[in-house]
């Protein structure tokens, strides 16, 4: 789920190697929601069919991270540089350096 246009990040993680790794590539478009907006990430879990508590959003924004916990995700924050995570927003469940390690972190 993006707030942008979902065919451009269709494309980014068609470079790298990644864009068949998902199911659906979702926008703002189908909820008419930017997140952190709760009706965005309820809109994505009913797309894809599962509850709020069996999905997890992975993302480099703190923001979304705490949106989508707000809503009833877990949230798995990729930590790109030294900045720290925000203390006013909900704590990550995940915090990893990039998608590798997220993936031995639930496996």
């Known amino acids: 789920m ?8 269709k494309r980014l993680l068609g ?3 990644l864009a ?3 199911e659906s590539h979702l ?3 189908g909820p008419q929601r930017w997140k952190p907006a709760q009706a965005a990430y309820q809109y994505v879990v009913e797309q894809v069919g599962v509850r709020l508590d069996e999905a997890v959003l992975v993302a480099v924004h703190p923001w979304d991270v705490d949106g ?4 009833g995700l ?3 924050w990729l930590r790109r540089d030294a900045a720290d995570y925000p203390q006013v927003m909900l ?5 990893v350096g990039n998608l590798r ?3 031995e972190t639930l496996a």
């Not at 993006?2 to 990040?9: K, P, Q, Y």
């Not at 989508?68 to 809503?71: D, L, S």
Request: hydrophobic share 30%.
């Open 68 to 71: 989508a916990q707000r809503a």
């Open 91 to 95: 704590p990550p469940t995940y915090t």
């Open 2 to 9: 993006t707030n942008g246009s979902s065919d451009l990040s």
């Open 74 to 76: 877990g949230g798995a």
């Open 20 to 22: 068949d790794c998902f």
């Open 15 to 17: 470079r790298a190697g």
């Open 101 to 103: 390690e997220l993936a």
């Open 27 to 29: 926008d703002a478009s």
